[in-house]
């Protein structure tokens, strides 16, 4: 379902993606890790069209992203870490608005839209200006939105951000469901426990560069221990802060 070849980005002489190589098939989570700057956004939004390539291309549901842009965003929808949202319309605009962006409208968006509402306890805000809604609930109203057109493929990052536990359970089972029913999710996530519980399988980011990806046996196994996520991941990515750490505080 999302299929990317030799992606790369740079910035001036600053290189924040390098060559990747990455397929996420139909019906699997993908977790993508990383520590902050190691280009796991920068990815996302390239994935999304927001960012243009300097290299690569990246297909969605068989898209070409480049010769194909439409095809590929309406088969995509993308929940950002932070959610902006239009203040003046109220939640089931919003989500009106939305779907109409992806040629979807008419009484089954509305239906549509009343049942995501309701799945996130949003449905008695309705009609209320977004600019009367907390950060948790905007933070729902965008997750909603990327459902409501019925895409193939969710691209997120950081879901969990500014949710309680009910809507984050829901959430998490809603992913569940999603790819249950052959559809694919990547999650982005600084939260290690939620990815090595949630995805099928996790792919790391440092530097740029993809250093690991597998199933949580396969990570162990090319670690050679039966560590917790946590520890592989530090491993890759945070022994030189370790060390950073160490000389700072014996100085």
Sequence with gaps: MIQITALSKRYGTFTAVRSLDLHVPSG??????????????????????????TAGTVRIAGHDLRTDPLGAKKALGFIPDRPFI?????????????AGLYGEQGAHVDRRGHELLALFDLEAWRDELVESYSHGMRQKLIIASAFVHRPAVIVVDEPMVGLDPKSAKILKDLFREYTRRGHTVMM??????????????????????????????????????DDALEDIFLRLTGNQVARELVAVLDA
Excluded at 36 to 47: F, P, Q, S, V
Excluded at 86 to 97: C, I, V
Excluded at 200 to 220: H, K, N, Y
Aim: glycine share 14%.
């Design 86 to 98: 239009y203040e003046k319309l109220t939640g089931m605009e919003f989500l009106r608005f939305s």
């Design 188 to 225: 982005s996530t600084h939260t290690l426990e939620i990815a090595e519980d949630m995805c099928d399988r996790i792919g790391i980011m440092q530097r740029g560069e993809l250093v690991a990806c597998g199933t949580m046996p396969e990570l162990r196994g090319a670690s050679g221990t």
């Design 28 to 53: 699997e989570l993908f977790g993508f890790l990383g520590p902050n700057g190691a280009g796991k956004t920068t990815t996302m939004r390239m994935i999304a069209g927001i960012l243009q390539p």
